[in-house]
């Protein structure tokens, strides 16, 4: 397969690469021990990802896909420098000492561009598991009742589809508990075709009401897909990690969970999902 260099807009440290494809947001991408390359996909065609000693970084695919489509639904997946470094700019680094060290330690931390459905999925199935268990159940629910892409590669199914499966046979894919989240949430995607249409168009608080109305989604969950899969940066999850920080960091022991997001909202701004993912990483690294 060949390689293709994406350019000066799409640069990444090895540890900044690293974070954002493997750092929580998404769980499709594992890293080959041997070359180090990243191989996973992007809307349901398989890519490999590397890191260069320049920063740049290249891609391919072993689909029939011509160079020109497969560099750009990459650079679309990634997204440019400049739309990142524009919102890292608005946010209180200057004046926050926590954000300028989180920043400091993974500058070029990305939000990456993912199908809304894929990560509604995969936040349903995140309650009380960590990152390599929430990637072996969409490993186990592509194999099962995804399409092959490459071989031995396979595409995670929609929503909709799993809402036809047996609740045993998706708990035989790790689910537990989380299966009735998953068909419960398919039927209701099922019965409403354009409700990723209906989310993006609405504003963040409308869309948030919405998401918490599906079954098995709470706020966090509710913010993770809102920040992940549909980029409304005012979306701020609070798992332990964020929570830790907020403790520790920020001193904020005595606030409860409303008012730490009134807190962010207030105080990141309008691009608070983007300084949740600098301190979700940070926490983690040091």
């Known amino acids: 397969m060949k390689w293709f260099e994406l350019g000066d807009d799409f640069t990444f440290t090895q540890n900044g690469l690293q974070e954002t494809l493997d750092g929580g947001q998404s769980f499709l991408w594992i890293q080959d021990r041997k070359t180090k390359d990243w191989i996973g996909q992007i809307d349901g065609i398989p890519f490999s990802i590397r890191h260069q000693a320049s920063n740049r970084i290249e891609v391919c695919s072993s689909s029939k896909k011509e160079e020109q489509e497969i560099v750009s639904i990459a ?79 396979f595409c995670p199914p929609k929503l909709s589809t799993l809402s036809e499966v047996e609740l045993e046979d998706l708990k035989l894919c790790k689910l537990g508990y989380r299966a009735k989240y998953v068909k419960s949430v398919g039927t209701v995607l099922k019965k409403e075709p354009d409700f990723h249409q209906t989310i993006r168009k609405l504003d963040y608080a409308t869309a948030k009401k919405k998401m918490c109305s599906l079954f098995g989604v709470g706020e966090k969950v509710a913010d993770c897909v809102l920040l992940f899969g549909y980029q409304k940066w005012e979306a701020f999850p ?16 005595s606030f409860n969970k409303n008012q730490m997001i009134q807190f962010a909202h207030l105080h990141y701004g309008r691009y608070a999902g983007y300084a949740q993912q600098f301190l979700f990483s940070y926490i983690r690294s040091i």
């Open 75 to 153: 650079c679309k997946y990634i997204g440019k420098n400049s739309f990142f470094d524009k919102m890292k700019d608005e946010l209180p680094w200057r004046s926050d000492t926590v954000l300028k060290n989180a920043i400091h330690a993974f500058p070029d931390l990305r939000i990456l561009t993912q199908d809304p459905d894929l990560v509604l999925l995969s936040f349903l199935c995140s309650s009380n598991k960590r990152i390599l268990q929430i990637k072996e159940m969409i490993r186990l629910l592509a194999i099962k009742f995804g399409q092959e892409i490459s071989p031995e590669q």
């Open 238 to 253: 609070i798992d332990t990690w964020i929570l830790k920080s907020l403790e520790d960091l920020y001193q904020l022991k």
